[in-house]
């Protein structure tokens, strides 16, 4: 008498297993190419619209705006209602008896090293989560133990203001909570060889994009800078990785970039090979870490305004 066989034998079951197993371990890498591939145009739609606000910015004020004021905003707090973001634009205090933007109590709270945020405010003029700032490759903001505010260096008076802390200024707590963060920020070029090196957002400048000596398209406007790991190992600042807010200054590049995102205070990327940026024009186009990376003299042509190197090198 026949009887029809119904299941699997476990040799059978074993090779459906591997089978499924081989197909996920080909599907798994495709899936994460498709990922990054999507967060490197999600990044690259960010720095566009920053550079369109700051593009719009100089169309209303006839000027972009400097890549720190006399009391240490950076330039994308002035680009704020130019990529719908005016809410957090009015609650910044500028005009603030305090000698730094940081000192002023609605902007940020007074430093005690607890990570208990005082409330009122409600929102702090430095606080808020605003999407276009965040790239979606960087590991998640809120676990930055501390945002440097500005970077100072050179001569006081000349390439920050006087009696402004010299070197990179941190936010230790609670403000290092409050902070907004930021994965972009604006170049402010070279302090050390002459205003030939310095960026679009330098110290008090008052840049068009029309002035730019060599050309908008060949200079560099805004880049990535990836969180790392913080060098300091004391209970105010704390350890673990460190990055930039959306109020800080604009960032030198005479510090180079960082390939392996382990470098803090320097532009750099979560993405494979590349760090992408915004230029003068308005344009966005990415380049080659390495690159960049073994040719100091090329990196920081791109950033200056006027050192007399024309190139738009890419990738």
Known sequence: MYRSRKGFTLIELLVVIAIIAVLVGLLVPAVQKVREAANRMSCQNNLKQIALAMHNYEGSAGKLPAGMDQKLVGPMVYALPFMEADANFKLFVFDTPKTWWYQEPLNRPASTGTTSVPRPPVQYGSEGRIKTFICPSSPNPDTWK??????????????????????????????????????????????????AYHGIFYYAAQNKISTIADGSTNTLLAGEFPSAPSPFADAVLGQGNCGPGWVSTAAYSAFGVTIDNKGWGVFGSHHSNQINFAWGDG????????????????????????DGVVTGAAE
């Open 283 to 306: 344009s966005v186009r990415p380049l080659n870490t390495g690159a960049m990376a073994s040719n100091f003299g090329l990196w920081a042509a791109l950033a200056g305004v006027e």
């Open 146 to 195: 501390t945002v440097w505010m500005a970077q100072d260096y050179g001569t006081a008076g000349v390439d920050y203001p006087i009696g402004a802390a010299t070197g990179h200024v941190f936010s230790s707590a609670p403000g290092s909570v409050v902070l907004g963060r930021s994965n972009y920020v604006a170049m402010a070029g070279d302090w050390r060889y002459g205003r």
